[in-house]
């Protein structure tokens, strides 16, 4: 932290120029906005990906629930009618009502459908559940070709074979009667799939398996097996039923997957309300946003009454349909940054001067912070870890000129290189907008980061010493291309 007095006298001068280049200020620069989506669906699609929700046909009817369903989300998976006891409740008696409802009425409004499931241990029909050895394994084969034949052109994606593997902390497989019929039942339930339906892509879907740990390294095992022994499955689905946070490793989870050339989604996201749970669906999104593999996003249900997790109000809606903040920190994140094809690290790679925009450090990954919440004139500007708070949301302010101040939701204020320093390591403060030339920077963005140099002095901004600590400071040096002077443009509002 700096305790370097600011004096005003150059900045009064800014003032009285500012008003003798007025005219010119009102051809300000519109530089071209970054595309928003003003649904869920919408805004990933944007992002060339998916948002879908899970439905059950019991809600149908509900007309809150089903114009949630209809505005928001373009995949749809059905909550529990296409599993086994409901497909194939008597052996050899297919039942496709409720199924047949989801995926009609998805498909005649343009969205695509998840097909759940054809191969579980759980929520088996009475009469598979007493089976064993070939007989079983002959009514698993048969059933799932019966399905898959029946929905043949209408899934986007099956989950072939759900949870197969245990909670040990040994990777083992789960004991089952559908494991009890050999190690290769997975493989022949992938085969099947794929022979009644090649159009749609097979997935393996699990949870537990959201970090790094002996679950997911064992279906990770099995799927670099099946690639090198060309067992058909296109994709691996996280069911991402979180507590109040995200496992660190997340990102690095679904992108080792996807670096054995499968696509990755996330199928049944829910996570438990919270004071972190607005922050934790951002993650969520974050981590699918910078894996490129990452297809899409399910959540486990519309409002929080819809949910199977009773009581812990995971889900975007509130039981009365009202959007969360949740939602809305959802909708920022698939809105933030450019649209695909744009920079590849999610950060915005042109400027909207209407949004606010999280700046944060490459080298630190700490974000552009008003020290202390200060709304006083020479407060500090600092690093601090990212909390998207309003001293950490900045708006670009078109000078007119090509340069942008860059003004503090917090405080109004804007960044300002105090006393027009040239020198390097020169203080940057937050100052009254006077559209001072110490007050302008020129934004360059490459490669999904931003430099931005002071019009006044020619240096940029930069943490000093490339700290990564809390509270380091914001300071101007000379240009290097040093990753401490690098700011990611995170669209937050
Ligand atoms: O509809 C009947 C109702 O008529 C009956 O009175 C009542 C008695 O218990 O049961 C109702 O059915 C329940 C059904 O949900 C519909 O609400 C079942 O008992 C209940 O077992 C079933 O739970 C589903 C669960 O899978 C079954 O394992 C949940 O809705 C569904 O959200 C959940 O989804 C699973 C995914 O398929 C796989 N991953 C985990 C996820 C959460 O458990």
Redo the contacts with the bound molecule.
């Keep these: 932290m700096s305790t370097t007095p600011r004096t005003t006298g150059r900045r009064r001068a800014a003032a009285l120029l500012t008003a003798g280049v007025a005219a010119a200020l009102t051809l300000t620069l519109s530089a071209p906005a970054v595309a928003a989506g003003s649904t869920l669906h919408a805004a990933a699609s944007e992002k060339g990906r998916y948002f879908g929700t899970?439905i059950?046909a019991g809600r149908m009817n509900d007309a809150t629930y089903m114009g949630i369903v209809d505005r928001e989300f373009g995949m749809i998976t059905a909550?529990?009618e296409m599993?086994m006891d409901a497909t194939e409740p008597n052996r050899g008696q297919f039942s496709y009502t409720n199924g047949d409802r989801i995926v009609n009425d998805a498909l005649g409004k343009g969205k695509k459908v998840r097909g759940?499931?054809l191969a579980w241990h759980?929520?088996q029909p009475g009469w598979m559940q007493s089976m064993s050895g070939s007989a079983l394994r002959q009514a698993l084969l048969n059933h799932v070709t019966q399905v898959a034949t029946h929905y043949k052109g209408k899934i986007y994606a099956w989950d072939v074979v759900?949870?197969a593997f245990a909670d040990d902390g040994r990777g083992s497989r789960r004991d089952s009667n559908l494991q009890r019929t050999g190690n290769d039942w997975i493989e022949a339930a992938f085969r099947a799939a794929r022979a009644a339906d090649p159009g749609a892509k097979l997935c393996y879907n699990d949870?537990g398996t959201d970090s790094i740990n002996p679950k997911s390294t064992a279906v990770y095992d099995m799927v670099r097996d099946f690639k090198a022994r060309g067992v058909p499955i296109d994709c691996v689905g996280f069911?991402s039923?979180f507590g109040t946070t995200i496992p660190s490793d997340y990102r690095a989870n679904l992108q080792r997957f996807a670096d054995l050339g499968v696509d990755v989604q996330i199928t049944?996201l829910d996570i438990e309300q919270g004071s972190n749970q607005a922050n934790a669906y951002r993650q969520v999104v974050e981590a699918c946003l910078a894996v490129s593999r990452c297809t899409g996003i399910t959540v486990?249900g519309v409002r929080d009454t819809d949910s199977?997790r009773t009581g812990k109000n995971p889900l975007l809606f509130d039981g009365n349909g009202n959007k969360k903040a949740a939602y809305t920190s959802t909708l920022n994140a698939l809105n933030a940054g450019s649209s695909n094809g744009g920079g590849n690290n999610g950060g915005s790679t042109s400027i909207d001067t209407s949004a606010w925009y999280v700046l944060v450090n490459r080298n630190s990954g700490k974000a552009l912070d008003v020290y202390n919440l200060s709304t006083a004139d020479g407060a500090d500007i600092v690093q601090w870890s990212r909390n998207d708070g309003n001293q950490q949301q900045w708006q670009f302010v078109a000078s007119g000129n090509g340069g942008y101040r860059l003004k503090s939701r917090l405080s109004n204020k804007v960044l300002d290189v105090s006393n027009f320093s040239t020198a390097n390591g020169g203080e940057v403060v937050q100052w009254p907008d006077l559209n001072g030339t110490n007050q302008q920077w020129n934004v360059t963005i490459s490669g999904g980061y931003a430099t931005l140099q002071n019009r006044n002095s020619g240096k940029v901004l930069e943490v000093q010493g490339a700290s990564t600590a809390d509270g380091a400071n914001v300071v101007q040096y000379d240009g290097w291309n040093g990753a401490n002077q690098q700011w990611q443009l995170v669209r937050v509002g």
């Design positions: 899970a059950a909550e529990n599993k759940h499931t759980a929520q759900n949870e949870y069911q039923h049944e486990w199977w």
